[in-house]
């Protein structure tokens, strides 16, 4: 079936420095992308979405690339701070009947050191 | 409410037993959605309802799971004769129904243990 993967499973960085977490989609016919932040013991918390006729989205220190062409996304968040230390999932939908369902990536353990 | 509700947030049961998960949805969002998450795992996803109605139970992993939703509010989620292998956190999500894709908003989950 269609998979959402992520390239890197945990990824550690200082604080102050910029992140980068990446995500390979396999469904070319996905046109909505979404990465969620999940802390230990929570729900998944909305970050930012994107969809496929844009490719870059910003927020508060958060920026969506999405590239159709190899079919990749990351999220980029700046001035990384302890307080982003989580589970970073992206997520795909592909519209159509099925708008209501998401697949999820494995998710990227994201640290960050004081 | 102010967020997505749900409960119990633990459950601890023996297998064979069945259970009884409920989900409050964010007051105003038509759209809800069941998950299932194993450890250390992405969400799966199971089933989802605009209204009272599922149109997509393609999620659904065997006929021992079950959820319905009355009002437009209140969902619960049925597993019948639990097995060790339906041990997971089951979340919650909630949106508005524009027709489209709309942004998913989740609950905490109900963490559920079978023995």
């Known amino acids: 079936g269609e998979s959402v993967g992520l390239h890197l499973p945990t990824l550690s960085v200082q604080e102050g420095d910029n992140s980068i977490i990446n995500c390979a989609y396999s469904n070319s016919a996905s046109d909505y992308f979404i990465w969620y932040k999940q802390e230990s013991g929570k729900g998944p918390q909305f970050i930012i979405d994107?969809?496929?006729?844009?490719d870059k989205r910003q927020g508060q220190r958060v920026t969506v690339l999405l590239n159709k062409t190899v079919k990749h996304l990351s999220l980029q968040i700046a001035a990384t701070q302890p307080g982003d230390s989580a589970v970073y999932f992206c997520?795909?939908?592909?519209?159509?009947?099925?708008?209501?369902?998401?697949?999820f990536g494995q998710g990227t353990i994201l640290t960050v050191h004081p | 409410g102010a967020g997505v509700s749900q409960s119990p947030s633990n459950k601890v049961t023996e297998k064979g037993k069945d259970v009884e998960l409920r989900c409050d949805p964010i007051?105003?969002?038509?759209?809800l959605y069941w998950y299932r998450q194993r450890l250390g795992q992405g969400l799966e996803f199971l089933i989802y309802f605009q209204g009272n109605s599922a149109p997509d139970k393609s999620g659904l992993p065997s006929d021992r799971f079950s959820a319905e939703r009355t009002g437009e509010s209140v969902s619960t989620l049925t597993i019948q004769r639990t097995q060790q292998e339906d041990s997971a956190v089951y979340l919650c999500a909630s949106s508005f129904d524009s027709g489209g894709v709309d942004i998913q908003y989740f609950g905490a989950g109900t963490r559920l243990s079978v023995l």
């Open positions: 994107i969809r496929s006729n844009m």
């Open positions: 997520a795909e939908n592909a519209g159509g009947t099925s708008y209501g369902k998401l697949t």
């Open positions: 007051s105003g969002h038509t759209a």
